[in-house]
């Protein structure tokens, strides 16, 4: 098949007129098509009941989802991936409050593989595959919480309408036009009071909010901003392990350092705190929309997201005057210890982001409906400041370094269609497309003279690549009986690397161009048994290919390439669930079994054979488990919501060529059991209150499985959380809320620390 190479979304925008902004483009209904009344009745109970949308009854997975009016009443939510922390096997690793490191884990992907998960606010792209790991997670920041108004999860690559980086699940976040003019402004404010080693603090923060909007005829417009104020507490902590070389006259005598244990069981020295965090985030969005006819929508979309970080560091070490100690060698119970310029790390970074969309679609035009869709996103500025000398005198400025990620970013395209043609209610749905994405990695390490305010002067070292994927697929959504359905798709993908290089100081290593084509085929049947049971089985392949950083994000030493490896090849994951769902008139129950066989995962590990660490191919991992989980409404009382989840999960190295030590080993990050809890009450039209508990189980850091000591810092250790809120609306317009995340003061780690006691209010405006 001939493929056009290295097109640009540009030329595609060229050939496209009219094109402009929608906000329901790739609705997750192009998947489905509409069922037999004796179904469709079934379903209406069940959303009334629950708020499950459609969706689920026809698409190729399973489906979870959350609404505004439940995260509104049961949810604390500050930053917006907060909404989908009680759906089924989640876990978002969210470190402090405004974090931009948040990666989410579902069923068969953990938090370091965050490539694995698809990410869309009104079908906009907001993933971040640039990169495969807790750096490059989702852009959730560029939606606000009060724009939503629902959240679906599709767990699994059993939509041709995907691409592989559903292996792991779908977020599909859905906004809102306004009908008519309307304003909303709320503030909130929250505090933790953390606690461990020798930190003793409260860290706290704000964030306002304000949105109006309105329709005049066939426009409509919302404009929304945000800003958050979070101070964090210590992120990392400086550990070594416990020195057994004695100390000599000329090291130091310092004292306040503390002994425990590192994860690997050993005993290790904790010498201070590092990452101390404090963001300040500003986001806005105009989001414009025009009817040319009651089915034909045009709109635009523009999003702004700026972030001013600083991170702070503390040495618990203190010289015979009481002085703080940063650096140098030093002698802790008479035995030696060497601390280099940049072990307490501090920083400032100031990045500027812009995310455009352009859209145009037709929902209702006989037996075709068709979208075009084009997204940019932009790091118009992404700059990381960083001292080369130790502190304290790098609290003034000197000698540092600077990395700039300007032009970085991604574009993608999309042109499909639905067509029936036995109509609508026909036996036959088939979903037709192309997709066009283009990845572009473009960071430079500088010298610099002042690390605070000087420019960049000399090359330290650089990375830059770029990827593109095209792909076609075709998917049928098949009713050959009144109760039957089977769903058939396949997607084609084209992809490409080239432009990649990496560099030192003095020299630029360019590599050769890629490209490889992949076919995923997808399959689903479902079986409507009675009007209250539904069973369904799905079966789909898919290619997670490498991001431009695993591929071109390292360095050169002496002409040999270090860290990265411009030769990985995609992940290959075929992936099963069978499903079976019980309506229970106000609520559903559903169980589902899930396994995945990858082939060739991305993750880093430490070669036996030649001791080179970076991301490497594992040959085979098997990933399966049982997911439980119940939703209803009206339980045993008027006005008493309940929503709960079990998952027990076992994932196993079954092949590894680069290091068989680890065969049989636990696959990182993934929990051998999970379990949520979520109740709300609304007891009048005036109250409401909310409860959630979480739980997820031990969990390893690494492929070898030698973090045994779970239960302190650096390790991930278990979760257990009980989060609880109040809300109170004393007029028409006029809302507060109050609410305590983490209420039992659970200290648990994800590597990192982890939020402990958090108290939060609101005060809300709508209009």
């Not at 929309?289 to 709109?299: E, L």
């Not at 939703?631 to 008027?638: F, L, P, S, T, Y």
């Amino acid at each position: 098949m001939a493929v056009i190479k290295k097109i640009t979304i540009s030329t595609l925008l060229l050939g496209c007129s009219g094109l402009a902004i929608a906000e329901d483009v790739v609705s997750p209904q192009a998947d489905t098509a509409d069922i037999p009344a004796t179904q469709m009745e079934s379903m209406q109970i069940r959303a009334t009941a629950v708020a499950k949308p459609a969706v689920p009854v026809n698409l190729p997975a399973t489906s979870e989802g959350v609404t505004s009016k439940q995260i509104q009443d049961g949810i604390n939510v500050i930053n917006t991936e907060d909404a989908i922390k009680y759906l089924p096997s989640v876990q978002v690793r969210k470190r402090y409050i405004g974090d931009t490191n948040s990666p989410v884990s579902t069923r068969t992907s953990g938090t370091l593989v965050t490539s694995r998960t698809l990410v869309y606010a009104d079908h906009v792209l907001l993933s971040n595959f640039l990169g495969n790991g807790a750096s490059f997670a989702p852009r959730f920041g560029l939606v606000s919480p009060e724009e939503i108004e629902r959240i679906d999860l599709i767990y699994g690559p059993y939509s041709a309408l995907y691409p592989g980086n559903s292996i792991g699940s779908v977020i599909q976040m859905t906004t809102r036009m306004p009908e008519k003019f309307e304003a909303h402004a709320s503030i909130q404010a929250f505090t933790q009071n953390y606690e461990l080693y020798k930190t003793d603090e409260n860290f706290s923060g704000t964030q306002l909010s304000a949105s109006l909007g309105g329709r005049q005829g066939d426009f409509s417009w919302r404009l929304s901003a945000n800003k958050l104020n979070s101070a964090a507490m210590p992120q990392a902590y400086l550990q070594k392990p416990e020195s057994t070389t004695l100390a000599v006259p000329a090291n130091k005598i310092v004292s306040g350092a503390i002994f425990d244990l590192g994860v690997d069981g050993k005993p290790r020295v904790i010498l201070g705190e590092n990452n101390i965090t404090r963001t300040i985030q500003d986001q806005a969005k105009v989001k414009l929309a025009y009817d040319f006819t009651p089915s034909i929508q045009a709109a635009y979309t523009l999003g702004y997201w700026q972030e001013d970080q600083n991170e702070k560091a503390k040495s618990y070490l203190r010289d015979n005057a009481g002085n703080p100690v940063f650096s140098g060698n030093v002698n802790i119970n008479g035995f030696r210890y060497t601390l280099a310029n940049t072990n307490f790390i501090i920083g400032e970074r100031d990045r500027e982001h812009f995310m455009h969309s352009l859209s145009l679609h037709d929902k209702d035009a006989g037996n075709w409906d068709w979208e075009v869709v084009a997204t940019k996103y932009n790091f118009n500025k992404d700059i990381y400041r960083q001292p080369l000398i130790a502190l304290p005198a790098a609290d003034a400025g000197g000698a540092g370094q600077i990395a700039d990620s300007e032009g970085t970013g991604w574009e993608t395209f999309d042109l499909r269609t639905n067509y029936y043609p036995q109509g609508k209610d026909g036996e036959h749905q088939i979903s037709l497309g192309y997709h066009l994405d283009e990845y572009v990695l473009e960071t430079l390490i500088s010298n610099t003279a002042n690390w605070k305010t000087g420019s960049a002067t000399t090359r330290r070292s650089a990375f830059a690549g770029k990827t593109q994927t095209q792909a076609i697929y075709a998917q049928d959504a098949w009713r050959f009986s009144p109760n039957w359905k089977a769903t058939i798709g396949g997607r084609w993908e084209n992809w490409e690397a080239f432009d990649g290089s990496v560099a030192n100081a003095t020299s630029k290593l360019s590599f050769a161009s890629r490209e490889d084509n992949f076919f995923s085929p997808k399959f689903s049947l479902s079986y409507q048994a009675t009007p209250v049971w539904m069973l369904r089985g799905s079966i789909g392949q898919a290619y997670r290919m490498p991001t431009v950083s695993e591929l071109f994000q390292g360095s050169i030493t002496a002409g040999t390439i270090v860290n990265n490896d411009p030769n990985l090849k995609p992940e290959n994951a075929v992936s099963t669930d069978l499903t079976v769902e019980r309506d229970l008139g106000n609520g559903l129950l559903r169980a589902s079994y899930f396994h995945e066989n990858m082939k060739d995962a991305l993750i880093s590990q430490t070669n036996a054979y030649t001791l080179v660490t970076n991301i490497q191919n594992i040959d085979k991992i098997r990933t399966q488990g049982i997911e439980l989980a119940y939703q209803g409404a009206d339980v045993a009382i008027n006005g008493l919501d309940l929503v709960g989840s079990l998952t027990l999960t076992r994932s196993r190295i079954l092949e590894n060529k680069n290091n068989p030590e680890t065969i049989g080993n636990e696959q990182p990050r993934i929990p051998n059991f999970r379990a949520t809890l979520s109740a709300t009450y609304r007891q009048n039209d005036k109250l409401s209150y909310g409860m959630g508990l979480r739980y997820i189980g031990d969990q390893y850091n690494t492929l070898e499985n030698n973090d045994v000591n779970r239960g302190d810092y650096g390790s991930t250790s278990k979760l257990f959380m009980i989060d609880v809120r109040a809300n109170y609306r004393f007029s028409k317009n006029w809302r507060l809320s109050a609410g305590i995340e983490n209420l039992n003061n659970y200290k648990f780690f994800a590597f990192n620390s982890a939020p402990q006691r958090t108290f939060l209010t609101e005060l809300k405006f709508d209009y």
